[in-house]
């Protein structure tokens, strides 16, 4: 059974700092991973999606990072802003035939302005 | 707009009533899911649906029932057997070809 990490629970930095988000997942043998931003009270907004055959993806300030073999991915974020905090979820997609995607339980960033 | 819509944003229910939570979504998707919210875990798949008539249970089933009658409404029912139901309920949907799920703002449900 997948089971997805994600440490610390909560991150507090000062604005402008660069900063690494993690995620851990036990088995190895996935379809995606993905990083989520959910807003207080929100819904979730997709961020990145990397493919099993992926090292990286990147978006504007965000690098999402992927590490198969062991179980691991990094959401760097450059020169944080206020309007980074957030929480962050990481989700892994097992196969191409199982749409369900296995939540960790995220990363609770403030950024101090 | 395209999107998904959840409603009511926040919903109340007395013990041994079953209520139904809305999600609607404009964006012309197959798929769509239910997943539940807790404090301190991720998100838990109650249901979902790939195709109009269709579903299939999720990790925590029961106590909740669904229907798919129409491709843009996918409505979940919580039912007195769920003797936990206070919880964040995420609606989301995904078209064929999409690789990624597009979530809708929530409804939160408490318990009277």
């Known amino acids: 059974k997948q089971e997805v990490t994600q440490i610390p629970a909560a991150l507090s930095v000062p604005e402008g700092e660069n900063l690494v988000l993690n995620c851990s997942f036990t088995?190895?043998?996935?379809?995606?991973l993905q990083w989520f931003r959910q807003d207080p009270g929100k819904g979730l907004t997709s961020l990145l999606l990397?493919?099993?055959?992926?090292r990286e993806q990147t978006s504007g300030r965000l690098n999402a990072s992927l590490d198969k073999s062991s179980g691991r991915s990094t959401l760097y974020i450059a020169a944080s802003q206020p309007g980074d905090s957030a929480t962050y979820l990481c989700?892994?997609?097992?196969?191409?035939?199982?749409?369900?995607?296995?939540f960790g339980t995220g990363t609770r960033l403030t950024i101090i302005p | 707009d395209g999107g998904i819509t959840q409603s009511p944003k926040y919903l109340f229910r007395k013990e041994g009533q079953n209520v139904t939570l809305s999600c609607e979504q404009n964006?012309?998707?197959?798929?769509m899911y239910w997943y539940r919210q807790d404090p301190g875990q991720g998100l838990r798949l109650i249901y979902y649906?790939?195709?109009?008539?269709?579903?299939q249970k999720g990790d925590i089933a029961e106590g909740y029932s669904v229907s798919r009658e129409k491709k843009e409404s996918f409505p979940l029912t919580v039912t007195s057997a769920q003797k936990n139901p206070t919880a964040f309920y995420l609606c989301?949907?995904?078209?064929?070809?999409?690789?990624?799920?597009?979530f809708g703002p929530g409804t939160r449900l408490l318990v009277l």
């Open positions: 990397i493919q099993s055959s992926q």
């Open positions: 989301a949907s995904k078209d064929e070809a999409g690789r990624t799920q597009y």
């Open positions: 989700a892994v997609r097992s196969d191409f035939g199982n749409e369900k995607l296995t």
């Open positions: 088995d190895s043998a996935i379809y995606n």
């Open positions: 649906s790939q195709i109009v008539n269709d579903f």
């Open positions: 964006l012309n998707h197959d798929a």
